[in-house]
């Protein structure tokens, strides 16, 4: 009951509907005039030992792209456990999926990602090492609207959009506590569309206690925040947290929706409401299903993903929890809800 709790404050205080009791119908084909964005949080469960499990995601969000509407896919970083090549070979099979289907998806790196065995520890020079980029490439996102990168040929920061019924969206999707030049193209990019909602799309930001990490509180040595555990914080650009990216970036433009991210463990989920400079909620969600996660669901995750439903009124978000692989639906208080936006978005007609 924690979320609902949380959420109900929130609505009161920041106008952010939830209303847990709302059924997510995801048993029957979408109403005319929703579309829905999918979450995969963190896959490392499945490229360590159950590929067939990120696979049998990837081939439902493929078979349902039509009945569901499904106009985009998040993958929220720890593609891999090791950082090793089978593990990225197993990534690279269960993605060709969505990029055989033309499904449009953004990937980011997390700190399993990075690093000699995922450690994000030891690299020479703190460079951020990764093998990501010898098995992704930017004709990867050749199915969204308009792409861009941070560095060529580099997927560890990029953009993306794409259309919807609610009109154009952004996605950026930035790597693991990134570094402040990253902080410094994001804000450029979304300064150039201002017209769009905009994702962000990062690994690690919302804790399971619905707060941001941050480095510069007691909390945040507790949660192993970036300067206690990883060596990203040694690059000489620096790394940002999530209250650095709150300030520096999320927080400044009015056209910030979302954020997602995924990471932490407990148990496995985090929802924010914040309000930016401009008077814009921004609905921060961090979800997990990992390995760790309580209860542990087995089988490198269970199969579970996170599906947003944005519905034809402009101003509902239907949350459910989806296991393909099961046919599983998670029906918790912090798993199943509605969130209403203060203001509603301009529909399509």
Not at 57 to 76: M, P, S
Not at 206 to 220: C, E, G, I, M, V
Not at 238 to 246: F, K, P, V, Y
Request: with cysteine; charged share 20%.
């Amino acid at each position: 009951m924690k979320r609902l709790i949380v959420l109900i404050v929130a609505a009161g205080l920041a106008a952010a509907g939830l209303n847990a009791a709302d059924q997510v119908n995801y048993r029957s084909p979408a109403p005319a005039g929703a579309w829905t964005l999918a979450v995969l949080p963190d896959t490392q469960g499945y490229t360590d030992g159950f590929p067939e499990v990120f696979t049998c995601q990837t081939r439902w969000i493929a078979a349902n792209r039509d009945a569901r509407n499904i106009k985009f896919v998040l993958q929220a970083g720890d593609i891999t456990n090791r950082n090793t090549h089978p593990q990225w070979l197993a990534a690279r099979q269960s993605i060709d999926v969505l990029v055989k289907a033309k499904v449009p998806f953004a990937l980011v790196p997390g700190n399993h990602d990075i690093g000699v065995w995922g450690a994000s520890k030891n690299v020479p020079n703190y460079k951020r090492d990764t093998l990501m980029n010898g098995y992704f490439l930017s004709a990867d996102y050749k199915h969204s609207v308009k792409r861009g990168y941070f560095e060529p040929y580099h997927m560890e920061n990029t953009y993306q959009t794409f259309n919807t019924p609610w009109g154009s969206f952004l996605v950026l999707a930035l790597e693991f506590f990134p570094r402040n030049a990253v902080i410094d193209w994001a804000n450029t990019i979304v300064k150039k569309f201002p017209d769009h909602k905009v994702i962000l799309l990062t690994h690690a930001y919302l804790y399971h206690d619905n707060s941001r990490y941050d480095r510069a509180t007691d909390k945040a040595v507790k949660r192993v925040a970036p300067s206690t555990r990883y060596d990203t914080h040694k690059h000489p650009d620096g790394s940002n947290d999530a209250e650095d990216m709150w300030k520096k970036l999320v927080s400044k433009h009015p056209n910030f929706l979302f954020v997602i991210s995924g990471h932490v463990l407990g148990d496995g989920t985090g929802y924010l409401v914040s309000k930016g400079e401009h008077g814009n909620d921004v609905h921060q969600m961090m979800v997990n299903y990992q390995p760790g996660i309580v209860p542990d669901r087995g089988y490198g995750g269970a199969g579970f993903l996170r599906l947003l439903e944005f519905q034809p009124d402009g101003k509902t978000i239907k949350v459910a929890s989806y296991s393909p692989f099961f046919d599983q639906w998670l029906e918790d208080d912090d798993q199943q809800y509605t969130i209403t936006l203060r203001e509603p978005v301009a529909v399509k007609k």
